[in-house]
């Protein structure tokens, strides 16, 4: 994600009417009911500020809650670039936690409970006590029925009542479950301890039951926002009503079609009821989408169109506004590792085509789908993060990096600003001036960068602030989940990918029984599923790129069907469409020097095992690698972003002697020759290259 920082903080100069028309109201319920891209996010951003500004609240006051750490550091992002900081910008569990741990002493009086990460154990536990079926997949069901009920305010006591008014295709008889939860719960408090929805539960009852607790919450927040409203549980809209109540300062925003976590007890009914509640509330829709280009936007468009049962209000058809682009992309594969090296080849493209990885996402069902794509990224050398990064703040790394920064803060170098201070404690850590070649090590380094990264910010928006300030940050992000973006391609699932945007999105995985999921068989959950690709789909700026392969393995059995959601849109009958169409379908490649088949991106490249002697022209690949570091640095990035070390042997083991031979070398795709082909061409007929 890039961050745009919109500087010009005139309303009138960077919104449309009715976006304005939601900044500019006055205090008291607004509602913004609008599509993917439409400026939801903008509007709420630049109605804070405006209140802030105006002096009708003050930054400490505003609350703006929203469902993912990383859209809620999207939310702090773009309300530092209108120069408004100090506003608590969180998910509803970060915040619910935060309250919790501060009023918690005066509602129980001992040390705050620990959070439970992971339930599987304790259901496991209960469900044994129940003498139910201890199964992976049974446990996980249960804790699955755990969560919905306790997000959508079901006790033990009610469940199968509840179970069976929602049509819950339940793991277990609804009353064993019941049984499961009902222990569950028992051996929690047993343990004294808290699950992520008790976060939510204890802060609401803290809030109705205390009068004392209340007063004091009301006199800190008076103003709240909520993003993503379409998405809102009971049990988070009950801590909402006990934040509001009994005022009405609440700016809602959302889009009914991106409702994705109805498996989690969310409905788009509060969203779509607000006005019933509110009835003076100012109601805007947004219809023109700022976000992608026509050919997204109309595939977007398309896809929700064939949505079944859509509540009404939620009919709403984008209308593009950016400039046209190229047509989405439909690849189909034989098998996933193949999908994974074309996406990894497109990405290596485009990142050569100059698009900065940081704008490139694959986005995929579940998160086991991630592996095949870090493999292909990594065998390329291009730096990823995956599921958001919120494993950030626990790589080795970085810990060591916080240990030695709070050494540094305890004993601050003199006359050093923060910036420099920083970069020199990270030099100590690894941070050397250019990327290192090997992925791991490169993996840690961006890393490392992402935080000299982020000191540099802190450093321009604090202009004193110091190590010691620079800790302290740290670790509140470290609190909330939200890590520095680290300069890489995002690997992410659907779900964590709402609310945020990219210039290209790799689409990955689309066949039937992963979208829609196996599991959903109900007609609502097959809606919820075409949900998740709408969302998917309206991430992307200007390239898009929809995949699907017909077998896991390589070699496996092609029994895979093309999602369903896709019939209508793909063209039909394309045998194998490329996402690269001047290739045609590859052969089994084999080794050059023995014949046998070879597997594996690099053994792929050279045309031969790895076992088998190599015939590089040593002194072409010394050229070929001079001629590299010159040409990264001329273009400012790693070398491996121009060639990787594979590909120089490649290229100097093959000899190609022209374009067609070159790019038919696995990782060279028609933006590389485009761009550096006449130089490689040259450099292997033995020609001189001058600057
Ligand atoms: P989603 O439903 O995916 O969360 P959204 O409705 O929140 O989308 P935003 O993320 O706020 O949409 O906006 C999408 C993109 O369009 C952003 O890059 C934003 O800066 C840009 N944008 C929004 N409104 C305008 C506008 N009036 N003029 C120019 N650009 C705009
Ligand atoms: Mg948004």
């Not at 994600?1 to 903080?9: A, H, N, S, V």
């Not at 929809?546 to 092609?558: D, F, K, M, N, T």
Request: hydrophobic letters at 45%.
């Amino acid at each position: 994600m890039r961050d745009r920082p919109e500087l010009d903080t005139d309303p009138a100069a960077v919104l449309d009417p009715e976006q304005r028309e939601a900044v500019l109201a006055p205090r008291g319920p607004v509602c913004v009911l609008a599509g993917a891209g439409t400026g939801k996010t903008r509007t709420i951003t630049h109605r804070i500020a405006h209140l802030v500004r105006r002096g009708h609240v003050a930054a400490g006051q505003v609350l703006a809650v929203t469902f993912t750490a990383r859209a809620a550091g999207e939310l702090r992002t773009r309300l530092r670039a209108l120069g408004v900081t100090g506003v608590q910008a969180r998910t509803f569990h970060a915040a619910a936690l935060r309250q919790l741990r501060y009023f918690w002493p005066q509602v129980v009086g001992d040390e705050p409970w620990p959070v439970l990460e992971h339930k599987l154990r304790l259901v496991g536990q209960a469900a044994h006590r129940a003498g139910a079926d201890t199964s992976a997949d049974t446990l996980r069901d249960l804790a699955s029925e755990i969560e919905w009920a306790k997000g959508s305010l079901v006790t033990a006591d009610g469940y199968a009542a509840a179970a069976a008014g929602a049509h819950r295709d339940t793991p277990l008889p609804a009353s064993q479950v019941a049984t499961v939860y009902a222990g569950y719960e028992e051996l929690k408090n047993r343990a004294r301890t808290l699950d992520f929805d008790d976060l939510l539960l204890h802060t609401a009852a803290a809030l109705e039951e205390h009068t004392g607790v209340a007063e004091e919450f009301r006199e800190r927040y008076r103003c709240f926002v909520v993003d993503e409203y379409q998405d809102v549980t009971p049990a988070q809209q009950r801590v909402l009503d006990a934040w509001v109540c009994p005022r009405d300062d609440l700016t809602v925003v959302g889009d009914a079609n991106q409702t994705i976590y109805s498996f989690a007890g969310a409905a788009p009914r509060f969203l779509l009821g607000f006005t019933r509640r509110f009835p003076d509330a100012v109601t805007v829709r947004l219809q023109r989408d700022y976000r992608s280009t026509p050919e997204v936007v109309s595939m977007a468009n398309r896809v929700i169109s064939a949505a079944r049962d859509r509540p009404s209000g939620t009919r709403l058809q984008l209308v593009g506004q950016q400039p046209g682009g190229p047509e989405p992309v439909f690849a189909e594969h034989d098998d996933e590792p193949t999908e994974a090296r074309a996406v990894a080849d497109a990405i290596a493209d485009l990142v050569a085509a100059g698009v900065p990885a940081g704008e490139i996402a694959v986005l995929f069902r579940v998160n086991a789908q991630s592996e095949v794509y870090e493999e292909a990224l990594d065998a390329r050398g291009i730096p990823f993060q995956v599921r958001g990064g919120e494993r950030f703040f626990r790589r080795t790394e970085i810990r060591a990096a916080m240990r030695a920064l709070r050494a540094a803060a305890a004993s601050p170098p003199d006359n050093a600003d923060l910036a420099t201070a920083v970069r020199e404690v990270l030099a100590g850590q690894g941070l050397s001036g250019e990327a290192p070649g090997g992925s791991s090590a490169r993996a840690r380094w961006e890393s490392l960068r992402a935080l000299s990264e982020l000191a540099d910010d802190l450093a321009a928006t604090v202009p004193d602030a110091d190590l010691d300030r620079f800790v302290a940050e740290l670790d509140a992000r470290a609190d909330a989940a939200h890590p520095p973006v680290v300069r890489g391609v995002t690997l992410a699932t659907l779900h964590a990918a709402k609310g945020l945007e990219w210039d290209a999105v790799f689409l990955v995985g689309l066949v039937e029984g992963t979208l829609p999921i196996q599991y959903a068989e109900s007609g609502a959950a097959i809606e919820e599923e075409r949900r998740l690709l709408y969302v998917g789909i309206t991430r992307a700026r200007r390239q898009l790129s929809l995949s699907w392969a017909l077998s896991r393995s390589e070699g496996g059995r092609r029994h895979r069907r093309r999602s369903r959601f896709l019939h209508g849109l793909a063209p039909e009958d394309r045998p194998a469409a490329r996402l690269r169409p001047a290739k045609g379908k590859k052969p089994v490649a084999r080794c050059r020097v023995c014949g046998a088949p070879v597997a594996g991106t690099v053994a792929v490249k050279l045309s031969r095992c790895a076992s088998c002697p190599s015939d590089a022209d040593t002194d072409l690949l010394q050229r070929l690698r001079d001629w590299r570091t010159g040409r990264a640095k001329e273009l400012k990035v790693p070398a491996y972003v121009v060639f990787t070390d594979a590909t120089l042997t490649a290229i100097a083991e093959q000899c190609p002697a022209d374009l067609a031979a070159l790019v038919a070398i696995p990782g060279i795709g028609s933006a590389k020759s485009d761009r550096f082909g006449a130089d490689v061409l040259a450099l292997v007929r033995g020609e001189q290259i001058t600057g």
